[in-house]
């Protein structure tokens, strides 16, 4: 396990939400994470985390995994990490309301309607505490107040 370094592409983190129960994410392009399904109570082997569905992914801080909050516990090789990097986001301008897609890896917008906005995560970074709080939510089935205050707006 290795701890307090910023993650590189295919790092496994292993994400503790309290009592005893933990997430895994797969680090992408910096800073980018893929949020991996299932919750574990034990330190599960590399590659059984690896073949999880992806729940969401985010940017997140370097202090995530830099301060060892979420320990590196393993790696997944390139190929799968180049497949998951492809993330589209949705940007809103607060004052005009425009809404657009951003291609976070070719780095261009796009137009794009609230509908398909609404289907897409916002553009933004995420705390580790924020994304742990949307790991919980996700496990208890309730709706995540940091996810919902970025939702786009009419």
Known sequence: M???????????????????KQFHAVALTHPLFAFL?????????VQDVRDRAV??????????AKSGRWPVVGKVDLPTVSALDDTVFFKQDRISGKISAYDAI???ESPLSFEEADRLECAAVWSP????????????????????SMRPRK
């Open 2 to 20: 290795v701890r307090g370094r910023k993650q590189k592409r295919g790092d496994i983190v292993r994400i503790d939400i309290g009592n005893g």
């Open 37 to 45: 399904d299932g919750v574990f109570e034990r330190e599960e082997p």
């Open 55 to 64: 729940l969401f992914k985010l940017w997140v801080m370097d202090s995530a």
């Open 106 to 108: 070719a780095n261009a």
């Open 129 to 148: 505490e924020h994304v742990e709080d949307r790991l919980r939510d996700h496990l208890n089935g309730v709706s995540n107040k940091w996810w919902a």
